[in-house]
């Protein structure tokens, strides 16, 4: 696509309840990040994953945290059992390569899922 | 990875120039300084990356000093529409985790 899609834009839940959350990059791009962001607050890196590679989950708060990237283009961020201080925006980036290249490792942005835990 | 410092905050008026100045002491030899904008309920964009000196766009200018411990994003002009957070990244070509820092909140006024 022309742009970092991501769905649903606003979501709210019920604390417990699963929740999933979309990114589709651009097309071709080889890297796609997720992010989270809190009101009022900086970007905090949840996760990576680049190719075929295992992806980076380092940033992921706790095991009820998981994503998932099918045939390397669409991703899925799911977090389980959801609790109030999850609310924030999840935001999607993709780039096209980290590759020794200058442009690399641009990353281009989604609009974000607005997730609110009542 | 290199650790990012920027001013929290900056003010400024319609049709000044802005500099905004990030501080990055631990750069590697292979890092990129990358800078992003975001505005409200929108993800970041990106504006501009360098490697040293100079490099200027349609958008804003990055100045590089010689010993890259830190650059200066320079915005000429601005105007109510470039009150956003702008963010400072060093980024490592070839490496993965990008790793953004709380950036600086630039309000512009009449």
């Known amino acids: 696509g022309a742009g970092v899609s991501q769905s649903p834009s606003n979501k709210v839940t019920e604390k417990g309840k699963d929740v999933e959350l979309r990114c589709d990059p651009i097309?071709?791009?080889?890297?796609l990040y997720w992010y989270r962001q809190s009101l009022g607050q900086g970007l905090e890196f949840l996760i990576y994953?680049?190719?075929?590679?295992?992806?980076?989950k380092s940033g992921l708060p706790s095991d009820r945290f998981s994503a998932e990237r099918t045939g390397g283009s669409v991703s899925t961020l799911t977090i389980q059992r959801t609790q109030q201080e999850d609310s924030a925006v999840y935001l999607c980036?993709?780039?096209?390569?980290?590759?020794?290249?200058?442009?690399?490792?641009?990353?281009?942005f989604g609009a974000g899922s607005r997730l609110t835990v009542l | 990875l290199a650790k990012t410092t920027q001013p929290i905050s900056m003010d400024s008026y319609e049709g000044q120039e802005v500099n905004i100045t990030c501080s990055h002491n631990?750069?590697?030899?292979?890092?990129?300084i990358t800078w992003y904008q975001q505005f409200p309920s929108q993800g970041p964009r990106f504006i501009i990356q360098?490697?040293?000196t100079k490099v200027t766009n349609e958008v804003a200018s990055l100045f590089i000093p010689a010993d890259r411990k830190s650059s200066t994003l320079s915005l000429p002009r601005v105007s109510l529409s470039d009150t956003a957070v702008y963010y400072c990244?060093?980024?490592?070509?070839?490496?993965?985790?990008?790793?953004f820092g709380t950036g600086t909140q630039l309000k512009v006024e009449l």
């Open positions: 980036a993709s780039s096209s390569s980290t590759g020794l290249v200058a442009g690399a490792n641009v990353l281009t």
């Open positions: 097309s071709g791009h080889t890297a």
């Open positions: 994953f680049q190719g075929n590679s295992a992806p980076d």
């Open positions: 631990n750069i590697a030899t292979n890092d990129y």
């Open positions: 360098g490697y040293k």
């Open positions: 990244l060093v980024v490592a070509l070839g490496g993965n985790k990008l790793t």
